[in-house]
């Protein structure tokens, strides 16, 4: 059972670079999540998917587009990457909106330079 | 503004001996309170939660506390384990017009239990 997989687990990017990270679930989950993890930060929404066929902001989405492919794939991308984009990447999927029993991916360490 | 804190960026436990991991939070709307715990090169697994019309809630060595008054809930973990070793985090979400609010995580507490 594999849960919430992301796709690459590491990737080192150039400024101005573009790149899309992948995310797909197996567990016939509704709604899906991208998070950043910085140093001394927390966990921080950027977007969201309540469901299949829409997406909406978090609280930090700037420089992020999101694209909900079908139930079990949202994948993030970055247009022109920027160094304050290095980061740790998490996606994580939920029943639904009001189950916050997320599961998490392993995650994906994002160096811009 | 942070909303939920975690003010204790570590904490070191013996093996056998009760962990308390403490958070804080500013915002009077928030009705859900969790704990997740995440291991090194890990993504976070959800570990226990509470509702806030309730003061406690337990699953096994890990019990969570809150207290509406004072903005405040503890986890305390009894009796701690090596494994137990990770770090938490904190965190917290609201109802705002009918629909239930996006999580708020703390900074995360980095506990370690020694043998």
């Known amino acids: 059972n594999a849960g919430v997989t992301q796709t690459p687990k590491f990737q080192v990017l150039k400024t101005g670079q573009s790149m899309t990270l992948q995310c797909a679930q197996d567990m016939n989950h509704n709604s899906m999540y991208w998070y950043r993890q910085d140093p001394g930060m927390g966990l921080r929404l950027i977007y969201y998917?309540?469901?299949?066929?829409?997406?909406d902001k978090g609280e930090v989405p700037n420089g992020y587009n999101v694209s909900r492919l079908n139930k079990r794939e949202f994948s993030l991308r970055l247009e022109s990457a920027a160094p304050s984009q290095t980061s740790v990447y998490f996606c994580?999927?939920?029943?639904?909106?009001?189950?916050?029993?997320?599961?998490f991916g392993s995650g994906t360490r994002l160096t811009v330079v | 503004d942070q909303q939920v804190k975690q003010n204790s960026p570590s904490l070191s436990v013996q093996e056998g001996r009760i962990s308390i991991l403490n958070c804080d939070y500013t915002?009077?709307?928030?009705?859900?309170f969790l704990w997740y715990k995440k291991y090194p090169a890990e993504g976070p697994t959800f570990l226990i939660s509470?509702?806030?019309?309730?003061d406690k809630n337990e699953d096994g060595r890990f019990t969570v506390f809150l207290n509406k008054s004072a903005k405040h809930l503890s986890l305390h973990i009894v009796p701690s384990q090596p494994g137990d070793s990770a770090v938490y985090f904190c965190a917290a979400s609201a109802v705002y017009g009918g629909s239930q609010g996006n999580l708020i995580f703390g900074k995360g507490t980095k506990l370690s239990v020694k043998p």
């Open positions: 994580a999927s939920s029943v639904d909106r009001d189950n916050y029993g997320y599961t």
């Open positions: 509470i509702s806030s019309i309730k």
């Open positions: 998917s309540a469901s299949e066929g829409t997406t």
């Open positions: 915002n009077s709307m928030f009705d859900y």
